[in-house]
Nanobody, 124 residues
Framework: VQLQASGGGLVQPGGSLRLTCATS????????TGWFRQAPGKEREGVSC????????FYADSVKGRFTITRDNAKNTVYPQMDSLKPEDTGVYYC??????????????????WGQGTQVTVSS
């Protein structure tokens, strides 16, 4: 299983970025691709996720209304679109994948596979 995250960079407050997570080798029929971020000195935070088949989405309260996650199953790729970025969105963003085996599951934990991070810096 491989996950490749990209698209980070430096952006001014109020700006936008679109990250990309390309996955390969994820075998469960029903799985979720999630995005996490970690700022220096802070705990890792689950930001968003999307399931591969029914497209169910999750957003942390801190990004609701500003981030939109979509998927392209033909390309096995997930795209979080990040708009109205704030300095507190700064951090290393990671994508991860987990199987979904029950109706009730936690979109911010249980991830088995992780990609490398991509740095997002929001600063003027």
């Amino acid at each position: 299983v491989q996950l490749q995250a990209s698209g980070g960079g430096l952006v001014q407050p109020g700006g936008s970025l679109r990250l990309t997570c390309a996955t390969s080798g994820v075998t469960p029929d029903h799985y979720a691709t999630g995005w996490f971020r970690q700022a220096p000195g802070k705990e890792r935070e689950g930001v968003s996720c999307i399931t591969n088949d029914d497209g169910m989405t999750f957003y942390a309260d801190s990004v609701k209304g500003r981030f939109t996650i979509t998927r392209d199953n033909a390309k096995n790729t997930v795209y979080p679109q990040m708009d109205s970025l704030k300095p507190e969105d700064t951090g290393v963003y990671y994508c991860a994948a987990r199987p979904v085996r029950s109706i009730i599951w936690d979109p911010t934990s249980g991830y088995d596979y992780w990609g490398q991070g991509t740095q997002v810096t929001v600063s003027s």
